[in-house]
């Protein structure tokens, strides 16, 4: 210790940065390559790597074919779950038998208990790869997509849902004369059959975000419509080089999946020519309820023919009406030519061709007036006794979240049409037609009235991994779905180890309720958010770090 009371240590001397040599960190051994696996394969390269495997360049020994060849993770070779959904993989692939899904064509096991299997070896590129270059010609774009659609058509049909659609699953091949030749792989988070399957807990969350339909961002169940979802994402992607929800975080894009309408391409790219047929067929697929989608592939593969003859889609029509929900002018869709191959650029509305005068205004006055006048007329009757209270027929479930805002204590607002606002006019930018559907807990046989309506809520927590508790009793994760009756609560209890817990109390007619629990200092909780957006297979809590 010095006089002046300081720790000094003189034997201690640090090197000039200029005498400091830097050895770089050795890279990471890769056990496989070079090797020859099961007698058969002899790994030559490494060709990509997902969330639960590697993909090799390898070939096989005797008849010296070229083949790719995907091995399990170490790390997870060891759990059952992921061994389970690696075999399942395999097993999809090689069931539904379609030439534009890749052709898988053994199975096995190293030594060390490691599965593998083997697949065709494709030499081409990424749909992603494509789109990085920039929106993609509307006649090449219709050509890729009707490909996408037949061969997700047979995986339907096998009763596979493949859940991860997105561009880095889609590969362009040259075959014969067509150099976009469509294979779709990893099939890694499908739905096999139609129950969920074991290896799946329920309300689990799959998938990757700018890509997740709006019923798997919830956690609910999902059928083959969530795949024409994903596809009609990519196709938007495809027409104009952006994704129809981004945010800066996993829970902003899932939140605008469920309740955000995607702005028109035209309406985003005017300077693009983009027809107004393929307009529609995006939206439609866009739809946030299912039932609004195209049923099947094949009904879209039809509507995407039709674009390509020049032939107006059956989506046109079904965008006109649908149009005010989409913030867009009512003619928005009504084009003098269709489709290809003279696509029609996006003009501003005070542009549009001029069509002849409807008289619908005019026939729309006459029944008013009608209407007006019998109103006039049942109401002498009624003050005079001889018109009795008419009885009304059960309400459909469909239309109890409806009924329960038409109610005397509604408000103007509330008693508006869907897809305006109390004063006429179009929603801002949200597809009320489309939002998730609310659960009614009622026997089909009972007549429905607006008393047994219910409503959806949403509660999304930061971490989303935290425990939620509602009256002591663990009630999930995040996003958790409350269905709740009208003027009902429900109060939650929010907590993690290394975070300070929190209550919150979530009111009926609430759609949304975010809650982001704080860590305690030194409590170990993580922050950030994912650099890359993608959710993890089995996703558990998208902000925490890698390790």
């Not at 030499?123 to 992603?128: E, H, I, K």
């Not at 946030?288 to 039709?306: C, H, I, P, S, W």
């Not at 597809?431 to 047994?452: E, F, G, K």
Request: glycine share 10%; with cysteine; hydrophobic share 40%.
């Amino acid at each position: 210790m010095s006089e002046d009371g300081n720790h000094s240590d003189t034997s201690l001397s640090f090197p000039e940065l200029g005498e400091v040599e830097f050895v770089p960190a050795p890279a990471r051994v890769d056990l496989y390559l070079h090797t020859t696996i099961d007698g058969r394969y002899v790994i030559e390269d490494v060709l990509g790597e997902g969330g639960m495997g590697v993909v090799y360049r390898a070939r096989h020994r005797v008849i010296d074919k070229k083949v790719a060849v995907k091995i399990l993770r170490g790390e997870m070779a060891r759990d059952r779950e992921m061994t389970e959904r690696f075999v399942q993989e395999a097993k999809a692939a090689s069931s539904i038998g379609n030439a534009h899904i890749v052709d898988v064509s053994d199975y096995g096991e190293l030594l060390d208990g490691t599965a593998y299997f083997v697949m065709e070896f494709l030499d081409g590129v990424s749909l992603a790869s494509l789109m990085a270059q920039g929106p993609v010609p509307v006649p090449r774009l219709v050509h890729i997509a009707k490909q996408i659609a037949q061969g997700l058509h047979a995986a339907h049909v096998a009763g596979i849902v493949h859940r991860d659609l997105k561009p880095d699953n889609v590969f362009l091949v040259t075959r014969g004369t067509d150099r976009d030749f469509v294979k779709i792989l990893d099939f890694g988070i499908a739905k096999v059959g139609g129950e969920a399957s074991r290896i799946t807990r329920a309300g689990s969350v799959f998938g990757t975000p700018h890509y997740m339909s709006p019923e798997q961002a919830a956690g609910a169940p999902v059928d083959s419509r969530t795949d024409i979802y994903a596809l009609g994402v990519i196709l938007y992607e495809m027409a104009c080089g952006k994704v129809p929800f981004d945010a800066d975080n996993f829970m902003g894009i899932l939140t605008q999946h469920m309740y955000k309408a995607p702005v028109p391409i035209r309406a985003l790219v005017p300077e693009h020519d983009i027809p107004a047929g393929l307009d529609a067929i995006v939206l439609k697929s866009l739809t946030k309820r299912n039932e609004g989608r195209y049923q099947t592939m094949d009904e879209l593969v039809a509507d995407l023919e039709k674009l390509e003859k020049g032939q107006m889609p059956l989506a046109v029509g079904e965008m006109m009406q649908r149009s005010g929900s989409f913030n867009v002018p009512a003619d928005y869709f009504r084009v003098t030519s269709p489709g290809m191959p003279t696509p029609v650029p996006g003009l501003p509305s005070t542009q549009r061709v001029p069509r002849r005068r409807s008289r619908w205004p005019l026939y729309t006055l006459i029944a008013a007036v009608g209407t007006i006048s019998l109103a006039a007329i049942a109401v002498v009757l009624t003050n005079s006794g001889t018109l009795a209270a008419p009885r009304l027929p059960p309400m459909p479930a469909t239309a109890q979240q409806g009924a329960a805002v038409q109610g005397p204590g509604a408000t103007a607002a509330a008693r508006a049409t869907p897809g305006t606002t109390a004063a006429g006019g179009s929603g801002a930018g949200v597809d009320p037609a489309s939002l998730p559907p609310a659960t009614a807990a009622t026997d089909s046989a009972t007549p429905v009235t607006a008393l047994d309506a219910v409503t959806t809520s949403f509660v999304f927590v930061e971490p989303s991994d935290a425990k939620i508790l509602r009256n002591g009793k663990d009630v999930g994760v995040s996003p958790l779905k409350l269905t709740l009756k009208p003027g009902e609560t429900a109060t939650l209890t929010v907590s993690k180890a290394g975070f300070a817990p929190q209550t919150v109390v979530v009111k009926s007619g609430e759609e949304t309720k975010s809650v982001k629990l704080v860590a305690r200092r030194g409590g170990g909780g993580t922050g950030g958010r994912p650099s890359d957006g993608k959710l993890p297979d089995d996703f558990s809590d998208p902000w925490s770090k890698p390790k």
